[in-house]
């Protein structure tokens, strides 16, 4: 089992910055790996970023590549999500999932935490 707490949502204007925070615990956590997916009122769950255990994979949705950054502290494990230059359309429930590889379809992660809520204000 692999339990994930997310952390860092909030209100921020547009064109602001946030930082995400997931944290794991559980067992062998760190060899997992690690996803950001999002959720607005009446859509689907869609991926944002995901990266490898290792770090040296990192995937990313066209609508956030070149503002939103995916990166792991193993010691720490943890997983930050450094969302730049923010659009009302980032505002949705965030959530960080684990599996054993980077997969872009949420069904088929494993492993989910809670969700933080990210709104952005025009």
């Known amino acids: 089992q692999v339990q994930l707490v997310e952390s860092g949502g909030g209100l921020m204007q547009a064109g602001g910055s946030l930082r995400l925070s997931c944290a794991a615990s559980g067992r062998t956590s760190s060899t997992y790996a690690v996803g950001w997916f999002r959720q607005a009122p009446g859509k689907e769950r869609e991926f944002v970023a995901a990266v490898s255990w290792s770090g040296m994979t990192r995937s990313y949705a066209d609508s956030v590549k070149g503002r939103f950054t995916i990166s792991r502290d193993n010691a720490k494990n943890t997983v930050y999500l450094q969302m730049n230059n923010l659009k009302p359309e980032d505002t949705a429930v965030y959530y960080c999932?684990?599996?054993?590889?980077?997969?872009?379809?949420?069904?088929?992660?494993?492993?989910w935490g809670q969700g933080t809520q990210v709104t952005v204000s025009s």
């Open positions: 999932a684990a599996r054993d590889y980077i997969a872009a379809v949420a069904t088929e992660w494993r492993y």
